[in-house]
Nanobody, 131 residues
Framework: EVQLVESGGGLVQAGGSLTLSCAHS????????VGWFRQAPGKEREGVSC????????WYADSVKGRFTISSDNAKNTVYLQMNYLKPEDTAVYYC????????????????????????WGQGTQVTVSS
């Protein structure tokens, strides 16, 4: 059974940092991708970042490039999202999601921010950035 458990959310002042963790288990295959998404009140869920085992280059949304860093510790089965220089507009529920059958185009992970490509989701963790 695939499980994803997020942790690390909280309240932080603008300009501060948080690190989210996504502990995963039960992936059926060696190749997979894990993405971070977020959803603010009244807004659609949007992709933030993703990382896959077969694509060495993580993907980032333009809104977080240069501020967020995604990484994976395969020994711990955990994917991290380091968030620096947080802004009030980063306030949202953050979800990690897994694509257990990732597809690639020219070596680049296809899923990125395509919600329908991810077949398992965590419960979410709240991130609130105060101004």
């Amino acid at each position: 059974e695939v499980q994803l458990v997020e942790s690390g959310g909280g309240l932080v002042q603008a300009g501060g940092s948080l690190t989210l963790s996504c502990a995963h288990s039960g992936f059926p295959f060696d190749d997979y991708a894990v993405g971070w998404f977020r959803q603010a009140p009244g807004k659609e869920r949007e992709g933030v970042s993703c990382i896959s085992r077969s694509d060495p280059n993580p993907w980032y949304a333009d809104s977080v490039k240069g501020r967020f860093t995604i990484s994976s510790d395969n020994a711990k089965n955990t994917v991290y999202l380091q968030m620096n220089y947080l802004k009030p507009e980063d306030t949202a529920v953050y979800y990690c999601a897994a694509d257990t059958d990732p597809q690639y185009a020219s070596g680049i992970y296809y899923g990125q921010d395509r919600i329908y490509e991810y077949d398992y989701w965590g419960q979410g963790t709240q991130v609130t950035v105060s101004s």
